[in-house]
């Protein structure tokens, strides 16, 4: 019984081709090793240099710049396969190139660009995305970190919560959102600006320990009197805001797919168990309710990866992707959280230990309602764009 080759009518043979590298990458390499790492909230080093030999931090980049001139229907691809078997290594991969080195190549100068994309695109650094505040990460506009213009360089001063890739040891730039003037038309005059790891005045925590992604990296970052020089600045000067949606918009897309990539792992496990653990003398797959259990999970996750292939295929043809990005996420985590509940369950106990697979898929599908906008955010996103009024 596999359900592995889900959709692929919609693929092209190159794409279809790169998913089953990956598929096979993920069940060699990563399955093996990660439970270890999770239970020790250890950072997957090993893994991650395995996945930039792959190309993976470079797929969407082009080759110019030491990418591998693919789309982003690929990396997200790369991520659903990789979740099936561990979220951690997937948002490790999500996070650096979709939210970390996408600001860098779609809003840097070309001399910023030459200067920091080739060694993120291999994958032997990783870049960070600074948005969310210890206050508050859905009012995206509430930004409190200011940075200042002093001669040739910006003061930043403020904290970040929550940062993934934050401070691991191949971790060089954080992307900081950063207030750098008064608002103009009552919107904030908010700016990106590239900090490079090691700069002074610039902290990272010791990470959080955390309910699920044990295995990934998350910190606090804090700014105090850090200089960079004027030209760490990305694009236009109070563009940032405007920006930075833009970057969610698509990194949404991504994390609905690894969304679809934990629903999916959650099926692969339960199909090998069911046909294995016997109850009362019967496999438990003979059950009717849990093969009605398994069919309900199948039909929502394919469902919600169709979801995702549609809102990247607009991407892929500069249509409009906003609304799409935005019901992928939704769909897809609420697939991902239902899956891991049941998924569970048909485990039994066993479901209920650490060392199971499905363990870690319970833990790790929560913060995928939360992260890069909560549900409550994306019903407001598809809201305003049904043109519906802003309202509290
Ligand atoms: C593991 C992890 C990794 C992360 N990685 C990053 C990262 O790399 N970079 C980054 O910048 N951020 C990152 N984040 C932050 C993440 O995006 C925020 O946690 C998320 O946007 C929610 O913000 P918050 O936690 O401050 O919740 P809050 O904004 O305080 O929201 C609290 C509750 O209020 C609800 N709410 C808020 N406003 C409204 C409204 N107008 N209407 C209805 N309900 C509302 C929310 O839906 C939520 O239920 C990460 C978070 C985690 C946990």
Not at 259 to 286: M, N, P, T, W
Request: charged fraction near 20%; charge should be negative.
């Amino acid at each position: 019984m596999s359900t592995r080759n889900g959709a692929s009518v919609l693929l092209s043979d190159e794409h279809a081709q790169l998913r089953a590298n990956v598929e096979s990458f993920a069940r060699e390499e990563v399955a093996p090793f990660i439970g270890d790492l999770y239970a020790r909230e250890e950072f997957p080093y090993g893994i991650v240099a395995k996945m930039s030999e792959m190309g993976l931090f470079g797929l969407p980049f082009p080759e110019e710049y030491g990418g591998g001139g693919k789309d982003h229907l690929a990396l997200c691809l790369a991520v659903e396969e990789l979740a099936r078997v561990d979220s951690s290594v997937a948002i490790t991969l999500a996070a650096a190139v979709g939210l970390g080195t996408t600001p860098i190549y779609r809003y840097g100068s070309e001399e910023q660009k030459q200067r920091w994309l080739p060694p993120l695109c291999r994958g032997e650094q990783l870049a960070a995305f600074g948005l969310t505040e210890p206050s508050g990460g859905s009012d995206a506009a509430a930004v409190a970190t200011t940075a200042r213009r002093d001669g040739g360089e910006w003061v930043i001063n403020g904290t970040k919560a929550f940062i993934t890739n934050g401070g691991t040891q191949i971790t060089s730039v954080v992307t900081v959102a950063a207030v750098t003037g008064k608002p103009v038309n009552e919107r904030p005059q908010i700016s990106a600006i590239v900090v490079p790891a090691g700069t002074p005045g610039f902290t990272a925590s010791k990470k959080y320990s955390k309910v699920g992604w044990s295995a990934s990296d998350t910190r606090e970052l804090s700014f105090s009197d850090c200089r960079v020089p004027a030209d760490h600045l990305l694009g236009e000067e109070g563009r940032g805001y405007s920006q930075f949606l833009s970057v969610l918009d698509e990194g949404r897309i991504a994390v609905a797919a690894l969304s679809v990539g934990l629903a999916q792992g959650c099926i692969d496990e339960c199909l090998s168990y069911v046909s294995r653990r016997e109850v009362s003398g019967h496999k438990i797959g003979e059950y009717q309710a849990l093969q009605f259990k398994l069919a309900d999970m199948e039909a929502r996750t394919h469902a919600a990866r169709l979801t995702w292939y549609d809102a990247a295929a607009r991407l892929g043809t500069g249509k409009p992707f906003k609304k799409e990005a935005a019901i992928a996420k939704l769909i897809a985590s609420d697939a991902a959280m239902v899956n891991a509940r049941e998924a569970t369950q048909i485990f039994g106990g066993y479901g209920f230990l650490n060392e199971t697979p499905v363990g870690r898929f319970y833990r790790d599908a929560k913060i995928l309602e939360i992260g890069e906008g909560t549900s409550e955010i994306q019903r407001m996103i598809i809201a305003r764009q049904l043109g519906l009024p802003a309202h509290l």
